[in-house]
């Protein structure tokens, strides 16, 4: 695929070439400076794909996006929301690779976006905690803290409850390695009361793993 073409299938919404363009940014340099340079596009369709590549390439092959890590740990101060949700998103993989350590220089940085202006940012940090606190099991419960801590945040009640759901899952990934299950089970407990369906499923789900 040439860079026209690729740039034309970028930009396409819902475009069904992504697995390709994500096997070529892999082994083509090129290739991976453009989707990263997309990854901040005005257009929609065009950054949003430029994510979904990244996010399978971190996925799959860390490795291979590492080397742009300070790239995106500059996208986490941006004033764009969608940037700051696709750093949150591809920094949570790369820590699986993290062996120099970077995370740690910038966990206060990071695990402050949950109470970001934007609830999806927060939503998205809470849904990819838990690839951390495997990644970083000396940083588990200084994470799991963190989580239990979304009440002190800014977001209203009905934000709270959506966010609280997303650290639920996370929560049922890393439980059984958890020192604080007592607080994790507790905070579980009391979403069965919540207003929000997803975060009373979310609770549901975890208890009927890991029982009342």
Not at 2 to 20: F, H, R, V, W, Y
Not at 79 to 102: G, K
Not at 129 to 136: D, H, L, P, T
């Amino acid at each position: 695929m040439d860079q026209t073409a690729l740039q034309q299938a970028l930009s396409i919404k819902e475009t069904p070439n992504l697995d390709d363009i994500a096997q070529l940014a892999i082994v083509n340099k090129r290739t991976l400076q453009l989707v990263l340079n997309g990854l901040t596009s005005k257009q929609n369709a065009h950054r949003y794909n430029c994510f979904q590549v990244l996010y399978q390439i971190s996925g799959r092959q860390p490795h291979v996006l590492y080397p742009a890590w300070a790239y995106f740990v500059t996208l986490l101060s941006s004033p764009n929301a969608y940037h700051r949700a696709a750093a949150v998103c591809l920094i949570a993989d790369l820590t699986r690779i993290d062996d120099a350590q970077q995370f740690e220089t910038i966990f206060e940085r990071y695990f402050d976006l949950l109470d970001d202006e934007k609830v999806v940012v927060a939503r998205y940090l809470a849904q990819n905690a838990w690839k951390i606190a495997e990644a970083k099991p000396d940083l588990r419960e200084k994470i799991t803290a963190r989580l239990l801590d979304i009440d002190a945040t800014h977001h209203p009640p009905s934000h709270k409850a959506l966010v609280k759901a997303d650290i639920i899952t996370s929560f049922k990934v890393f439980f059984q390695e958890s020192k604080r299950k007592e607080g994790i089970r507790a905070f579980v407990e009391a979403q069965l009361e919540s207003e929000s369906p997803k975060a009373r499923q979310a609770a549901n789900t975890f208890l009927r793993r890991y029982g009342q």
